[in-house]
């Protein structure tokens, strides 16, 4: 078993930045091969994912609405995931959840508790 823990979110005003952070016990991030993703979840809408990164870190994926500005990475040593946002929006308020996806899994897996990342206009 996997377990994550978010940390990072907070109040912000539009324009800056948060780094999310994503702490994996349990198995291991590299032992176990799982890609991870940030996926989010605003008021009123259906939870999407905003990004995704490769077990190896060598592949990643991010929706149109945060490209160029939100950066995914991992660092496997440290079983952590991260999500650093930049240009930071009123409508990228929503909770934040880590999640992983075991070997030949189509889904998620594994999730977090999500952190509450708010972005005052």
């Known amino acids: 078993q996997v377990q994550l823990v978010e940390s990072g979110g907070g109040l912000v005003q539009a324009g800056g930045s948060l780094r999310l952070s994503c702490a994996a016990s349990?198995?291991?991030?590299?032992?176990?091969?799982?890609?991870m993703g940030w996926l989010r979840q605003g008021p009123g809408k259906e939870r999407e994912c905003v990004a995704a990164?490769?077990?190896?870190?060598?592949?990643?994926y991010y929706a149109d609405s945060v490209k160029r500005r939100f950066t995914i990475t991992r660092d496997n040593a440290k079983n952590t995931l991260y999500l650093q946002m930049n240009s930071l929006k009123a409508e990228d308020t929503a909770v934040y959840y880590c999640?992983?996806?075991?070997?030949?899994?189509?889904?998620?897996?594994?999730w977090g508790q999500g952190t509450q990342v708010t972005v005052s206009s």
């Open positions: 990164i490769s077990w190896s870190g060598g592949s990643t």
């Open positions: 999640a992983g996806q075991a070997p030949r899994s189509k889904a998620y897996d594994y």
């Open positions: 349990g198995r291991t991030f590299s032992s176990y091969a799982m890609a």
